[in-house]
Nanobody, 125 residues
Framework: QVLMVESGGGLVQTGGSLRLSCAASASIVSINTMGWYRQAPGKQRALVAAVTSSGSTNYADSVKGRFTISRDNAENTVTLQMNSLKPEDTAVYYC???????????????????WGKGTLVTVSS
């Protein structure tokens, strides 16, 4: 079962824009933070941007001023608008969500992390 669906990756020239979208399954409840990570060839996976359920955001220094993350809590979606793209932005981008722990009635549900399969962003020079 696919729980995290990503879209929007592709090939773009330097200075161009892309919008990445991620939809988490409605079966994932009580999501705390949603965000995007990326992994470039030969590099560790690193945070690009994240947003909490209350709207607080966090960006990697390398993307501040160029990328904007937004979230629709009701739809369990997160969007990353990427502008002024550079070749160094080339990477596989992964959507991430963490949920819980939470209580439902008398039942306790442990926290979990969810990852998309990744979408490739390539920025040509």
């Amino acid at each position: 079962q696919v729980l995290m669906v990503e879209s929007g990756g592709g090939l773009v020239q330097t200075g161009g824009s892309l919008r990445l979208s991620c939809a988490a399954s409605a079966s994932i409840v009580s999501i705390n933070t949603m965000g995007w990570y990326r992994q470039a060839p030969g590099k560790q996976r690193a945070l690009v941007a994240a947003v909490t359920s209350s709207g607080s955001t966090n960006y990697a220094d390398s993307v501040k001023g160029r990328f904007t993350i937004s979230r629709d809590n009701a739809e369990n979606t997160v969007t990353l608008q990427m502008n002024s793209l550079k070749p160094e932005d080339t990477a596989v981008y992964y959507c991430h969500a963490d949920s819980g722990p939470y209580y439902s009635g008398s039942d306790y549900f442990d926290g979990m992390d969810y990852w998309g399969k990744g979408t490739l962003v390539t920025v040509s020079s």
